[in-house]
């Protein structure tokens, strides 16, 4: 059956999208004090885990795998995209609101 690949493929992109927000509004919280928003939070948290993987192979040599160490990576990578993004700005990299 060719649509059950199609569902499980959806099904990623959703737990992977919805992943993303939470990291994404996770970081801007730390970060910030507050979250940018459910769309700019999405992007971050997508974009951080990105960072945050390629950080980790970088590091040590292998891709993180599970849900907990790909969520903590994940958070690590956004904070870490969050500080940059103030530091192109000109902000205090933490600043609270």
Known sequence: M????????AMHLIGFLILGAI???????IMRGSGFGL???????VVGAFLGGWLFSLIFG?????????????????CVLVGIIHLIKREPIRTTT
Do not use: K, M, R, Y
Not at 39 to 45: A, E, L, R
């Open 2 to 9: 060719p649509n059950t690949h199609i569902w499980e493929a």
């Open 23 to 29: 990291v994404g509004w996770l970081a801007g919280l």
């Open 39 to 45: 769309i700019w939070d999405i992007v971050v948290g």
């Open 62 to 78: 292998t891709q993180p795998s599970g849900l907990i160490v790909d969520f903590i990576v994940a958070l690590i990578g956004a």
